[in-house]
């Protein structure tokens, strides 16, 4: 069975300063997907990034950047100078072609809170 | 643009009574998918769809009830609420399956009392 963990259940930092949120993800698959979505305090599911187990090349889009490590299958986000509006629940999730029904596999999400 | 919309927004039933969410995208994905969120657990699939008139049970069916008559649409209905069915539903869609990005709608907020 496949399992993400995301071991941190709220983060609290001031605006401006960097922040990680961490991802560890269990799999047989030697193919997979990992997903990171948003969701504000608005509610919706807002999709941030998708990334293949045979792509560890570390993604960076404006302030967001992601760390993939398959040795500590790891898949960190991290914040570089946080702001307000980053406050949010961040899942990540996983999905494989042997993870059993079609579906993401979530993790439980990481309250981040960002204080002006 | 409309993506994918689910309806009602929010809803409150009683216990034992019928409940269908509606959901509709409008991209022409193969695939749709139906979780729930609730505190403590993240979000857990309860049915999906690869195609019209093909589903299948996720990681909590038990209670549901699901139909894709057309691709476009993939209601959910809980034949007899019970009242640990209170949850935010969000309904989901692919193109192409599993390794797909899946985009959300924008959820159905369900009280049973």
């Known amino acids: 069975a496949q399992k993400v963990t995301q071991a941190q259940t709220e983060i609290s930092v001031v605006e401006k300063e960097d922040v990680t949120l961490d991802c560890v993800y269990e799999?047989?698959?030697?193919?997979?997907?990992l997903f990171w979505y948003k969701q504000p305090p608005s509610g919706e599911l807002v999709f941030l990034i998708r990334?293949?187990?045979?792509?560890?090349q570390n993604e960076i889009s404006g302030r967001y950047s992601w760390n993939f490590q398959k040795s500590t299958s790891s898949f960190n986000f991290t914040i570089t100078a946080s702001q307000v509006v980053d406050s949010a629940v961040y899942f990540c999730a996983l999905s494989s072609p042997g993870g059993g029904a079609d579906g993401l596999t979530f993790g439980k999400g990481t309250h981040l809170i960002i204080q002006p | 643009d409309a993506g994918i919309t689910q309806s009602p927004r929010y809803k409150i039933t009683e216990t034992g009574r019928q409940v269908t969410l509606m959901c509709h995208q409008t991209?022409?994905?193969?695939?749709m998918f139906w979780y729930r969120q609730d505190l403590g657990h993240g979000l857990r699939l309860i049915y999906y769809?690869?195609?019209?008139?093909?589903?299948d049970k996720g990681e909590v069916p038990d209670g549901y009830v699901v139909s894709r008559s057309k691709t476009e649409n993939f209601p959910l209905t809980l034949e007899s609420a019970t009242r640990s069915q209170t949850s935010v539903y969000f309904c989901a869609s692919s193109d192409t399956g599993r390794t797909d990005t899946q985009y959300f709608g924008p959820g159905t907020r369900l009280t049973v009392l």
């Open positions: 991209w022409s994905h193969s695939y």
């Open positions: 769809s690869a195609a019209a008139d093909i589903t």
């Open positions: 990334r293949n187990s045979f792509d560890e």
């Open positions: 799999t047989r698959d030697t193919t997979y997907y």
